[in-house]
């Protein structure tokens, strides 16, 4: 006998269609993730950045401020604490935004 005329080892075009489609699902499940894992860290990077920047910003501003009038270290002190504040204040708003992103997302879905 021929191998080639036996279909009973096969499977239909339906089954076929099915694990297909299964796979597919499975790989969209993976880039899904993938995704928001890239997501969370750009989020964690951006957060990061928020509050390194108001801290140089501000501390270097202090640091000129006292280079200036000779009253070293207290204007570059007070700026590393107002700069902090501000990126506790940039983080915060961050945050919100993110949030009111995925609160948009889960609505659309």
Known sequence: MDSRHQDDDLPSIDEFG???DKSRRKDDA???LQRSERS???QAFRIGTEMLAALLVA???GYGIDQLIGSKPWFMLAGLALGFAAGILNVYRA???MNAALE???KDE
Do not use: I
Request: proline share 0%; glycine share 12%.
């Open 95 to 97: 945050m919100n935004e």
């Open 59 to 61: 501390g270097a501003l």
């Open 30 to 32: 993976v880039e899904d």
């Open 40 to 42: 969370a860290l750009g």
């Open 104 to 106: 948009e997302e889960s």
């Open 18 to 20: 099915e694990r297909l």
